[in-house]
């Protein structure tokens, strides 16, 4: 299978400054890798996801980067604002189909 | 459109009793997977299904199982309750088969006492 790993577990930051969360992944057979924000009480919501044959993608205020390579992606949202604090969550899909491998999740703190 | 249901939102059981939990995907979705959610181990994969076939599994004892209908809904079950089943349950649906955008429940939180 496939094991993800996730860093780091919590970070604080001030409002308006950027937050970076990082995973690194096993496998070489994943070839999509969401992100997902959870907020208290509530279930994972999809944020933005990348395939492997695609190295950047944004919108808007976050992007995600994927280094195949190295076997690591990462998230960056700038001009971070209070209602960005949420747990954070990258995953990887294995090639089998929808099966998630999950990393342990980042608690982002937005400080006002 | 609709998003993912999952109900009941909370469930009380006691030991060694029964649970029957359901989901109802996005219209138009066939893929439903199941993650149990604990704050020790995180989200872990339960199994996925497929136009009604158990397409995956992962590493959970036989007292886990489940089954989507013909109309992509589905069931998890878990029979003889432990402690440590105490967990939020997230359903997630998903279009198609394989490497898609998979969308999530507000969950079931099952506490077992």
């Known amino acids: 299978g496939e094991n993800v790993e996730q860093h780091p577990s919590t970070l604080s930051v001030q409002e308006g400054d950027s937050a970076v969360i990082k995973c690194t992944y096993s496998d070489s057979a994943s070839n999509y890798f969401p992100w997902y924000k959870q907020e208290l009480g509530k279930g994972p919501q999809l944020i933005i996801d990348?395939?492997?044959?695609?190295g950047e993608k944004k919108d808007q205020r976050i992007a995600v980067t994927l280094n195949k390579t190295a076997k690591h992606f990462s998230l960056h949202i700038t001009e971070t604002q209070p209602e960005d604090s949420a747990v954070y969550f990258c995953?990887?899909?294995?090639?089998?189909?929808?099966?998630?491998?999950f990393g342990t999740g980042t608690s982002l703190t937005v400080i006002p | 459109k609709a998003g993912v249901t999952q109900t009941p939102r909370y469930l009380i059981k006691t030991r060694g009793q029964q649970v029957t939990l359901s989901c109802s995907p996005i219209?138009?979705?066939?893929?439903v997977s199941w993650y149990q959610q604990t704050p020790g181990q995180g989200l872990q994969f339960l199994f996925e299904?497929?136009?009604?076939?158990?397409?995956n599994k992962g590493n959970f004892p036989g007292r886990f199982s489940g089954r989507q209908f013909s109309n992509s809904r589905s069931e998890m079950n878990v029979s003889t309750l432990e402690l440590g089943d105490s967990a939020l349950y997230l359903c997630?649906?998903?279009?198609?088969?394989?490497?898609?955008?998979?969308?999530f429940g507000q969950g079931t939180r099952l506490t077992v006492v």
């Open positions: 990348i395939r492997s044959n695609v």
């Open positions: 299904y497929f136009s009604e076939t158990q397409r």
């Open positions: 219209s138009g979705h066939r893929s």
């Open positions: 995953a990887a899909i294995w090639y089998t189909g929808n099966q998630f491998y």
């Open positions: 997630a649906s998903a279009a198609q088969d394989r490497d898609t955008e998979a969308f």
